[in-house]
């Protein structure tokens, strides 16, 4: 066996009868010496020739960076209840070449097999399963996420005896939620922990992905987790995934300040992790398929409204009709008076408001083709101003400024009118009618001066309006979400959650730009 290791150590004489498993490998990975007790843990077939990776099926992503590294690298093989070491070895010369590795298999927990043993698996079996029909009966009477995960990580530190315990949800976009289960105040800095998973777990996840099965974190150097583990402060750490569909949907992490876990304990907590995956599947369907029948009750009782509105615009209509005429006839047949003329022009104008909105209830019955036009921006901004000035409350301060020789808009004037009264009454109500509004417009040219800043539109003269108020302003993770559909910050009764969803395809529609910032 020239050029392997084994051939400048007494390996038979030195590790042959130790009690402690010994193997050694070539530069390759290739085993090439092992003693009895090695071969009595590795159990019956071939060894020798077979590289590291093919033995033990690793599936490490940094493996090839783990034995570059002059230090040991340690990873848990729970189905034998080991830990494999691997240590490389070098030459003395001056520039150290590596040779080889040393493999050991160190044992996570050591017990004997007696009565008392026996005895003591049996009981906490039972109590197991007490835990574990407790959580079950839960899932039919629960349907809170928070609570039925609470009481799965309660008993998990409880069956497997730990300090304490945390689960760590994983969504589409790989960001972390945590819920921490911690009685004997043992985590010193919950946030110190939250950061260190969130830098360290994009790897962890890997490694569960990749072996499907419980990781055992070692606060040893080199050990995966080894910063998760020093960060809880715990001698060993053990990282239960749980997958549903292929998916990893979150992750049980108990920990002990001393001491690991037995074969016993991490195939409970795989247990427990299997029932969180459900768990967290099963309501984020029934969520879903509540909302999806929620959004399906509004569009049926937008459609039936739709069509009562397009049958009371008629009767609106002809009502109004009799109304300018009889308008008509009185002005001709009263006597000239100022008081007289003021009032018949009080309902005129109000008449002719009615009338406009008899137009829009028509429209929302039953849409009408979008005929364009050249829309005056500053004849907009007063029929708004008119109306917000008439039916808002005194206690809003509202302020209207217009740049001018506005650009004429190619568009249809009535949908233009229905975004801008939508952002003002948006804004009166997050102002909680007592505060301040203002409604700007102005000029605005794309082009190649400007237009890597506004890469959505094209080089072209646009108006801008902008709606601003000093009111209660939207939460960051809301902001992303307000142009959808049936979204709605606003409480129930009052939010369709449909305003600002149709003010983004009006503007779309008319080739412009919606955006919102708070």
């Not at 959580?135 to 609570?147: A, G, K, T, Y």
Request: proline letters at 3%.
């Amino acid at each position: 066996m020239a050029g392997n290791p084994i051939d400048k150590y007494a390996a038979e004489e030195l590790f042959g009868i130790q009690s402690t498993a010994i193997a050694f490998a070539d530069k390759n990975k290739k085993i090439v010496w092992f003693n009895q007790s090695f071969k009595k843990n590795y159990g019956t077939g071939r060894i020798k020739g077979l590289t590291i990776n093919d033995l033990f099926n690793l599936k490490l992503p940094d493996l090839p960076l783990a034995f570059k590294s002059q230090k040991s690298l340690i990873h848990p093989l729970p189905k034998s209840s080991n830990n494999l070491v691997v240590t490389p070895l070098y030459t003395k010369a001056k520039k150290r070449v590596l040779d080889g590795y040393m493999l050991e298999l160190v044992a996570i927990t050591q017990s004997t097999p007696d009565s008392s043993y026996d005895a003591e698996i049996l009981q906490r079996n039972t109590v197991f399963q007490n835990e574990l029909q407790q959580v079950l009966i839960l899932l039919d009477n629960e349907s809170s996420l928070d609570v039925i995960t609470q009481e799965i990580i309660l008993r998990c530190v409880n069956t497997s005896n730990s300090d304490f315990g945390l689960i760590v949800f994983q969504d589409d976009r790989n960001k972390l939620d945590f819920l921490f289960h911690d009685p004997n105040n043992f985590i010193a800095d919950s946030r110190e922990v939250e950061k260190t998973a969130n830098s360290d777990f994009s790897f962890i996840s890997k490694w569960l992905e990749l072996n499907n099965r419980p990781l055992v974190a070692l606060n040893k150097q080199n050990n995966i987790g080894f910063n998760l583990a020093q960060a809880l402060n715990s001698e060993s750490l053990i990282i239960c995934p749980g997958f549903f569909d292929k998916s990893l949907l979150a992750s049980i992490i108990v920990g002990k300040s001393e001491g690991n876990y037995s074969s016993l304990e991490i195939n409970q907590l795989e247990q427990f992790a299997t029932l969180l995956s459900y768990t967290i599947s099963n309501i984020n369907t029934r969520e879903l398929n509540a909302a999806l029948e929620s959004r399906l009750l509004q569009s049926q009782k937008l459609e039936t409204i739709g069509k009562l509105s397009s049958g009371m615009a008629h009767d609106f209509s002809n009502l109004l009709s009799s109304i300018f005429g009889s308008l008509n006839l009185l002005r001709k047949r009263v006597p000239q008076n100022e008081t007289v003329d003021r009032l018949i022009d009080n309902i005129e104008n109000c008449s002719v408001r009615a009338k406009d909105l008899t137009k829009g209830l028509l429209s929302f019955g039953k849409p009408t083709p979008k005929r364009k036009e050249l829309v005056k921006p500053s004849v907009l901004t007063n029929e708004i101003s008119k109306v917000i000035n008439q039916t808002f409350p005194g206690t809003i301060k509202y302020t209207c400024n217009t740049e001018k020789n506005l650009y004429d808009i190619l568009g249809n004037s009535t949908e233009i009118y229905q975004v801008l009264l939508n952002l003002c009454v948006n804004a009166k109500e997050a102002t909680g009618e007592k505060g301040t509004i203002d409604l700007s417009v102005k000029n605005m040219t794309i082009d190649n001066g400007n237009i890597s800043t506004y890469p959505w539109l094209e080089m072209d003269n646009y108006v801008c309006f902008s709606v601003k108020d000093n009111g209660s302003g939207v939460e960051e993770s809301d902001l992303q979400k307000i142009f959808d559909p049936y979204f709605s910050t606003k409480s129930k009764d009052t939010g369709s959650g449909l305003g600002l969803y149709v003010a983004y395809g009006i503007i779309k529609a008319h080739k412009g730009f919606i955006d919102v910032s708070s």
